[in-house]
């Protein structure tokens, strides 16, 4: 998976009795999935809509292993339309391939013969970001501080670009 909000909590240290108990296990999973939630309608409500199937493949996931709650909000879709929705596409690039643009013309009542000045625009111009993860995840940063105070430990994390830059030499796009 390539675009991800990812957060994990732990309770190592935050009891005062030391014992870490099913209760509190079955809380903080179950606080963590409402928050999980909450970031993936927000990716889903700023993801593009052509087909539906980027908004269609963000998912949210839970796990506990002891005393680790971990939670990640991510897309199944592929990582090359991840990468692009997700921090875009940039100028001077390859052009997309021959015929990959020729369904989203036909849907938007463009003429097929267009095709190549599309695939020129797009590669010398780029595609300008999206970033449903990044927003999604800093309108939720908030939420997800205040049980960081609470647990006193928790790790939150972010797509960022360095994981894009590498996945662009990958797939050179």
């Known amino acids: 998976m390539y675009a991800t909000a990812k957060v994990t909590t732990t309770n190592k240290g935050s009891i005062v009795t030391g014992r870490y108990t099913e209760p509190m296990a079955?809380?903080?999973?179950?606080?963590?999935?409402?928050?999980?939630?909450r970031v993936r309608d927000d990716v889903r409500a700023l993801s593009p809509v052509d087909l539906g199937n980027f908004k269609k493949s963000v998912i949210y996931r839970t796990s506990r292993r002891g005393l680790l709650v971990d939670g990640n909000?991510?897309?199944?879709?592929?990582e090359g339309q991840q990468s692009v929705i997700e921090?875009?596409?940039r100028e001077?690039?390859?052009?997309?391939?021959?015929?990959?643009?020729?369904?989203?013309?036909?849907?938007?009542?463009?003429?097929?013969?267009?095709?190549?000045v599309l695939r020129r625009a797009i590669g010398r111009d780029g595609i300008p970001a999206i970033a449903p993860f990044e927003k999604?995840?800093?309108?939720?940063r908030a939420l997800l501080a205040t049980q960081r105070r609470t647990l006193?430990?928790?790790?939150?994390?972010?797509?960022t670009r360095r994981c894009h830059d590498r996945l662009q030499r990958r797939c050179a796009t």
């Not at 909000?73 to 592929?78: C, F, H, K, L, N």
């Not at 006193?152 to 797509?159: D, F, G, N, Q, Y």
């Open 73 to 78: 909000v991510y897309s199944t879709a592929p």
């Open 136 to 140: 999604a995840f800093e309108k939720n």
């Open 87 to 89: 921090f875009g596409r």
């Open 26 to 37: 079955r809380a903080q999973r179950s606080w963590l999935q409402g928050v999980l939630k």
């Open 92 to 116: 001077n690039r390859k052009m997309p391939p021959k015929g990959a643009l020729l369904g989203w013309m036909q849907r938007h009542g463009w003429d097929p013969k267009k095709e190549f």
């Open 152 to 159: 006193r430990s928790a790790r939150i994390t972010a797509p």
